[in-house]
């Protein structure tokens, strides 16, 4: 796989007992970095596995020499939010997401 637009030496799985039970995935971006994947299966949240990830996925990209790194999510999204409060991340709240109500 080698899309230009994808930092796959910046992405990372967590597996046990070869069983996957996460991913984060950046993305190049005009800002430098995307995060375009994190996630976790529902039967292991809570266990830290996203916030290693995501941490992992920062100090990869650091190593880079990338300096930014952004990402969406949406404002109801606990979980996610969650992840980037604990990485100090620079949450500008006009900036989470686009949300619509679904028909």
């Not at 046990?16 to 529902?42: F, H």
């Amino acid at each position: 796989m080698h899309d230009p637009d994808s930092l796959w030496e910046a992405a990372f799985v967590a597996i046990r007992s070869g069983e996957v039970l996460g991913l984060a995935l950046p993305e190049r971006s005009r800002l430098d970095a995307w995060n375009a994947v994190l996630l976790v299966r529902p039967e292991v949240r809570r266990r830290g596995i996203g916030t290693a990830l995501q941490t992992r996925v920062c100090a990869a990209l650091h190593a880079q020499g990338f300096g930014f790194l952004n990402t969406a999510g949406v404002g109801t999204d606990a979980a996610y939010l969650g992840v980037l409060r604990r990485l100090r991340a620079n949450i500008e709240p006009d900036w989470i997401a686009f949300q619509a109500a679904l028909p």
